[in-house]
């Protein structure tokens, strides 16, 4: 075991997308680039999932999806699980044993079975925490508490037509709560709670890790007054991707843009976005007393302090907002920033390499000097903390989604040239990031090229068969190279997306293939 263990100071975010606290966006986060200038900043941090529960559970026990077994939300009536399988641990067990203080306030989401106290950790202010289970009744929705508004508007600014859902306000102001501004929000009183606990922890004599996970920046874009006017919508520019058409992409993308988003102008979604960005803003001002509180105990030199988040929101990219089915980057890519002043090497630098949620599991452990278990989907960032990445680090990342609430099969690898996702329930998607870093052109749309009907002419006796859709040489190689990446991942991590029946096996090439060319 380690002679001297660091502390851990966890800051994590909802629905943040990483663009916002790089050096160069316009988004004001002063915090996280203090944060940067004396630590590093993983610009490449992608989540295994674009959705809270999933992603948390990797976080917490280092594993992806198919090995941990959250897949979508554990507290609504259609979860595909309420919480971990038997006998998957979380860090937290391990650290506690080792002889850590572990205390935890604010966003769970991992079990609707279990809370934090059950794994380890000292609760001080709980949310969506076991028995958080969100049932919408029949009832309820014969006679909804207040009524809905009227189904055919008027439209107010800002706000999604949902006739028979209730309407929906995409961003808002409330009126300040003081001279911060965010002094009566629930976040804040999260924010507080942990930062009391600092001066708690630091009287201790054992190492410690608080997590404080605030639920910001999650739609609606709702925020004080200060926020809501700090950016001016005429100077914020529309995501590079927001004409996106996506005719070239698989319907629900049509259809999430065009029945719900298509409905505001230009200028709202300016307005969106400068909302966004100023809830980003009131965020950063949050962690800042949280670094001022850690400062004060003297300990922050002995603390390896992390910004992060679980997932992104698409703000407006390809004309979208939340998360949800489509894997565009946005929704996948989430800030990570870290500090240690005793353990990191070459302060103020920006580090490119794939970094995965996977990987903050075995981190902590390695730091508490407690064993790593063997087979974990990520791995330390301790390397590259130091300044040495090894040289059998990652050169792809993945993404593993069976849907929301509505299932949809869809699983993605991104490397630095491509990103490619296969839909089991549409027809696949493949981008060259080289040539379009905004993921505009779907390569792989079956109707970019001539699809001759395989039934006729000579086709049918052929012995040099193509999967469908038919790419370009260059384009059918990446399509092979990338789709067996995915199936071994897939037999690495055991994700059983590898069903042969017909109905089912629609990749244009499935994993006995891939696997037997690993092997060769």
């Not at 809830?279 to 001022?292: N, S």
């Not at 990031?433 to 001539?450: F, G, I, K, S």
Request: hydrophobic share 35%; with cysteine.
């Amino acid at each position: 075991m380690p002679a001297s263990r660091p502390n851990i100071l966890v800051f994590m975010t909802d629905q943040q997308v990483a663009d916002v606290v790089h050096p160069d966006h316009p988004c004001r986060t002063p915090n996280a680039s203090r944060l940067t200038e004396e630590g590093a900043q993983f610009t490449q941090l992608y989540c295994p999932t674009a959705h809270c529960c999933p992603t948390r559970a990797t976080f917490m026990t280092g594993l992806y999806p198919s090995r941990h077994g959250v897949h979508n939300n554990v507290s609504n009536p259609v979860a595909l699980s309420r919480g971990l399988k038997p006998g998957v641990r979380m860090f937290s067990e391990d650290l506690r044993e080792a002889g850590y203080e572990l205390q935890y306030t604010g966003k769970w989401h991992v079990s609707d079975e279990e809370n934090p106290g059950d794994r380890g950790w000292t609760e001080l202010m709980v949310t969506c925490g076991k028995g958080s289970f969100h049932h919408q009744s029949w009832e309820n929705w014969e006679n909804p508490p207040g009524g809905w508004p009227p189904p055919d508007g008027p439209r107010r600014r800002g706000q999604v037509l949902r006739p028979g859902w209730g309407h929906y306000q995409l961003y808002g102001s409330v009126p300040d709560g003081g001279p911060k501004g965010y002094e009566k929000l629930h976040d804040y009183r999260i924010v507080e709670s942990g930062m009391q606990a600092l001066g708690q922890l630091a009287k201790r004599d054992e190492p410690w890790m608080l997590y404080i996970g605030v639920n910001g920046p999650h739609d609606p874009f709702i925020v004080p007054e200060r926020f809501a006017r700090m950016y001016d919508p005429g100077d914020v520019p529309l995501p590079p991707s927001f004409t996106d058409t996506m005719e070239d992409k698989p319907r629900i993308y049509q259809r999430m843009r065009n029945m719900y988003w298509g409905q505001l102008t230009e200028a709202e979604v300016r307005e969106s976005i400068a909302h966004y960005w100023g809830y980003c803003t009131m965020l950063d001002e949050m962690f800042g007393e949280v670094l001022a509180a850690l400062e004060a105990t003297g300990q922050a030199d002995d603390t390896l302090v992390i910004f992060t988040s679980d997932h992104g929101d698409y703000a407006g990219a390809h004309g979208l907002y939340c998360k949800g089915v489509p894997a565009f980057r946005e929704a996948y890519n989430v800030p990570l920033i870290m500090r240690w002043p005793k353990g990191l090497a070459s302060p103020g630098r920006l580090q490119d390499e794939f970094v995965s949620t996977a990987d903050f599991a075995p981190t902590f452990l390695e730091l508490a000097g407690c064993e790593v278990p063997e087979g974990l989907t990520g791995r330390s960032l301790l390397p590259l903390l130091r300044g040495s990445a090894p040289p059998d680090w990652r050169d792809e990342i993945h993404f593993q989604l069976n849907g929301v609430e509505l299932y949809y099969s869809q699983r993605t690898v991104r490397t630095l040239q491509w990103r490619y996702t296969y839909n089991g329930f549409d027809f696949d998607e493949l981008y060259d990031l080289q040539r379009d870093p905004h993921e505009t052109v779907n390569l792989a749309d079956p109707r970019r090229y001539p699809q001759p009907l395989l039934h006729t002419g000579e086709s049918a006796t052929s012995s040099a068969f193509r999967p469908w859709p038919h790419l370009t040489p260059e384009l059918e190689a990446a399509r092979d190279d990338l789709l067996r990446r995915i199936w071994r991942f897939g037999r690495a991590e055991d994700d059983m997306l590898c069903n042969p029946y017909a109905t089912v096996a629609m990749a244009p090439r499935g994993p006995a293939d891939a696997l037997a060319n690993h092997h060769r």
